[in-house]
């Protein structure tokens, strides 16, 4: 029971939903870069939330199942074929032993999900079956001609999920954040400039984290931090004044200070923001 890779686009990788309580290890959680659309490829075909999917960069995919299988796709959305005739998109679909799966270009976003019924079942690294490509932990990248290999068929059974929402959002972002940890090295002017104008995503973006481009934010303070722990949707300024948001592969440590941090949630929507997408903050302070 697998999945036969044929041929891909820029990246394809297995994540569930990461490694999570090694950051003392230097190991960052990794896992899928948007969650919410990996939990709901789960949900539509019965799979537990954390059951390995393939996350596919931009299409290009084309594979064959050898058993038959259920599958679904969600994310950003693209044109999905199946023996030659057109599924539908964020819907469970039955596929037969033999039959190819094409994945076409998504319209929007940048990441779509593929899950299979019984999750991929690949070996676990420290827990997860999730990729980390920076530093190599985890399985390596897909290539045309793996076999990745199905997990025991255990899944429940399949709720009704709203076809609708398997979408990203296209267009421009509001993202909900928190103020801190060091909102205070930054002046009155940049803290207001941070929610009043919009910031343009960058191409200068991976799993790591996103760059943002606009007006650079004005420090009230000199001198640098010591290395402080850092979390997924965390935005760091570094000394040019453009912030940069980190994602699911994010290191652990970083020396510049941390203006905000993104509701969990949120990241999701920016992790599939291509560039030139316009991005607006609103913030709020953290409350005991």
């Known amino acids: 029971m697998s999945l036969v890779v044929k041929a891909l686009g820029p990246l394809a990788l297995v994540e569930d939903l990461g490694r999570p309580g090694y950051g003392h290890l230097g190991v960052c959680p990794s896992g899928a870069a948007d969650r919410a659309s990996h939990r709901l490829a789960n949900a539509l075909i019965g799979n537990a939330e954390d059951a390995a999917t393939l996350e596919v960069l931009l299409g290009g995919l084309r594979a064959s199942v050898t058993t038959d299988a259920v599958i679904a796709l969600t994310g950003a959305p693209a044109a999905v074929n199946v023996a030659g005739r057109p599924v539908a998109f964020g819907e469970a679909v039955h ?44 399985p390596a990248p897909v290539t045309a001609g793996d076999e990745l290999p199905f997990g025991d068929d255990t899944a429940g059974d399949v709720p009704g999920v709203d ?30 400039a941070f929610t009043a104008k919009a910031w343009e995503v960058s191409a200068e973006g991976d799993r790591v984290g996103v760059r943002l481009l606009g007006s650079a934010l004005e420090r009230s303070r000199v001198g640098e931090l010591a290395s402080e722990g850092l979390v997924r949707g965390a935005i760091q300024v570094p000394a040019n004044g453009q912030p940069i948001v980190f994602l699911a592969d994010h290191p652990t440590t970083g020396g510049y200070p941390v203006i905000a941090v993104i509701r969990d949630e949120d990241v999701d929507h920016l992790a599939q923001a291509r560039p030139g997408t316009r991005v607006r903050f609103v913030c709020e302070r953290r409350t005991l």
Do not use: K, N
């Not at 270009?105 to 990441?111: D, N």
């Not at 929402?165 to 002046?187: H, N």
């Open 163 to 192: 076809a609708g929402t398997a979408f990203v959002r296209s267009g421009d972002l509001l993202l909900r954040a928190v103020w801190g940890p060091r909102d205070d090295w930054f002046t009155d002017e940049a803290r207001a």
């Open 95 to 138: 596929v037969r032993a033999g039959d190819d799966i094409a994945v076409g270009a998504p319209t929007h976003g940048l990441r779509t999900y593929l899950a299979v019924r019984g999750g991929f079942a690949v070996a676990p690294v420290l827990g997860s079956r999730s990729s980390d490509p920076t530093t190599g932990l985890g």
